[in-house]
């Protein structure tokens, strides 16, 4: 036990950044381009316009213009109603419909379908995903990613993390957010991928890959599209494949209890089905309806939700992508 306890903290201190590590842009590109390799940035977006047009003219102005290490900047979106992608093209992004690409497949709703096509879509080597509702948007959210594949080979996925109850010169951080994380998937991880809480914020909507790993995962189109990919990843390619990045903080809208819940609920049925097929414990049937109540002065009402974890099959499976890519 004491051995593992050491080589996880090994793991920990040799794939951990900060972003500050990276803020040299110039040799950051330099290195980029003496790899011959191309980055692009998947912003997946529903109803974002409050927020998309700062982000599209940050990354523009300071990560294609400025220092080019983005090739290309796509917004992949879910339907919006709102102005999400006339804002962002006005302000400079590639933006696309997701129900528009592969357009022979019956169209889905869901963040995990967005990011699922953009591999199809996009023509990076790497792909770094972005959440478009971050309000203290920032360069390092791309660059601090990026950089650890940029710099080393073995390194196939990297994950961000912030706002984290973590041990630092000036006493300890205070944590805001990761409720999911600490009340549900960190104890599954420990109780049976223990390797897979070194990742300090594992359900963190940032991260860059490669794309010879992304088109060799499924894809859950729900919640569970996070905990799928580290699951697998270190299944395929073992935990050396991991970095991980400290962006510092992130700000945007907390999520109510209530949707917390649905949030867990298809998480746990991703879970199920990955530890499941990995011999972990015996198969369980498990119903796809959660049940919640919403109490007034004079009722208790119990709310029956459907939540389906459907999925996406690795991209390498698709005919339109082999022949796109060459595959």
Request: aromatic residues 10%.
């Amino acid at each position: 036990m004491e051995d593992s306890v050491t080589d996880l903290q090994n793991w920990i201190d040799k794939n951990t950044y900060h972003h500050s590590q990276f803020w040299d842009l110039k040799k950051l590109v330099e290195t980029k381009e003496k790899h011959g390799l191309t980055i692009s940035l998947c912003l997946p977006t529903l109803n974002e316009e409050k927020t998309i047009g700062k982000e599209v003219i940050l990354f523009k102005s300071e990560l294609v213009n400025r220092y080019p290490l983005l090739d290309e900047i796509a917004v992949i979106d879910s339907g919006s109603d709102d102005n999400t992608l006339e804002v962002a093209k006005t302000y400079g992004a590639d933006t696309y419909l997701s129900a528009d690409i592969l357009p022979d497949l019956e169209p889905k709703m869901g963040k995990g379908e967005n990011l699922w096509k953009a591999i199809h879509q996009l023509k990076g080597d790497i792909i770094v995903y972005v959440d478009a509702d971050i309000s203290n948007i920032h360069p390092r959210f791309v660059y601090g990613l990026v950089a650890p594949l940029i710099y080393r080979e073995e390194v196939k996925y990297v994950k961000a993390f912030y706002d984290r109850p973590l041990a630092v010169s000036g006493g300890v951080r205070n944590s805001g957010g990761g409720r999911v994380t600490e009340i549900l998937v960190r104890p599954l991880f420990s109780l049976f991928f223990p390797e897979l809480t070194t990742i300090i914020q594992p359900l963190s909507g940032e991260y860059a890959v490669r794309r010879e790993v992304l088109e060799q995962i499924a894809f859950p189109i729900g919640y569970g599209v996070e905990t799928s990919h580290l699951i697998d990843v270190h299944h395929k390619f073992g935990l050396e494949a991991f970095a991980q990045t400290d962006l510092d903080k992130r700000v945007h809208e907390n999520k109510p209890t209530i949707s917390l819940g649905k949030m867990s609920f298809g998480i746990l049925q991703t879970f199920l089905k990955r530890a499941q097929a990995l011999g972990k414990f015996e198969n369980v049937d498990h119903e796809t309806i959660l049940r919640q109540f919403q109490v007034t002065k004079s009722q208790y009402q119990q709310n029956e939700i459907s939540i389906v974890e459907e999925e996406r099959p690795p991209m390498i499976e698709i005919e339109e992508y082999r022949k796109k890519f060459g595959r």
